[in-house]
DNA sequence: CCATCGTATCATCATGCACTGATATATTAT
DNA sequence: ATAATATATCAGTGCATGATGATACGATGG
């Protein structure tokens, strides 16, 4: 996939727009329903099966990935389908993925900054 | 540049090290940081007047981004050079604005969650 | 040596996030 | 209708983060 700066027609400056999208990608509970739902689509319990998320917890992170757009929901009765709506998302996670794999050392000792508060 | 998915040889369930990597893209700061680094290496001062942070702040801020290997320290005498660490890096910052380019108005209505606490 | 400049660190504080448990809503089944 | 299932929302809490101002460190210059 080519990606080249003149793409990106965004107000050089929106630094908080950015960062809402990397904040939304900044949990380690989201990423894993985000790994999960790379596989294809899931509904919150098979979610909550593979990532053993409680269930308010899972329905919480999938709201807030649908509210930024990173995830669509379809709903089916009283189930309610969930996918990865951009394709260039998961490219974003392979591409950290990749990043991580040369310098993942200095990430790993980055003590300046952890998880948020988690009572787990 | 080419993103495989089998490039990355990450373990498979390390999402806490991914979103730590996301968390240190995840804020305006750093972001303008960034930004101010994509046009060439800055010191310290450079980077205060380009993003108008604070000096602690800024420095601060920089502290995190070189722990996490975002970013790279050269000493010049009583200065301090930084620039970015890895090209991928600025792939990841493009390739977000691409995909914001063409879902931003979801991610700017997520109200699920905010900037982290800012007194300014 | 002393002052100055550039940078880093410290103490402190406030806000927002992520979690839990309980409950509400909605849809299908008996 | 009633129950049961699937999902969403609410109230409350602890903790990490990002900010500030003061200060310490280190290097150059007079």
Redesign the interface.
């Known amino acids: 996939?080519a990606?080249?700066?003149s793409?990106?027609?965004?107000h050089?400056?929106?630094?908080?727009?950015?960062?809402?999208?990397?904040?939304?990608?900044?949990?380690?509970?989201r990423?894993?329903i985000l790994?999960a739902l790379r596989d294809g689509p899931l509904t919150v319990g098979e979610i909550v099966d593979a990532t053993g998320l409680s269930q308010p917890n899972a329905s919480?992170h999938l709201?807030?990935l649908l509210?930024?757009?990173l995830v669509r929901r379809e709903r089916h009765g009283r189930f309610a389908s969930y996918s990865i709506?951009?394709d260039?998302?998961a490219?974003?996670?392979?591409?950290?993925?990749?990043?991580?794999?040369?310098?993942?050392?200095?990430?790993?000792?980055?003590?300046?900054?952890?998880?948020p508060g988690r009572t787990t």
Chains 1, 2 share one sequence.
């Open positions: 996939m990606v080249s700066r793409l990106a027609t965004l050089p400056a929106n630094h908080a727009l950015r960062a809402k999208l990397f904040r939304g990608l900044g949990d380690p509970s990423l894993g790994a919480n709201a807030c509210d930024c757009g709506a951009d260039r998302v490219t974003i996670l392979d591409l950290a993925d990749n990043v991580l794999a040369t310098s993942a050392s200095g990430v790993l000792t980055c003590s300046r900054y952890a998880e």
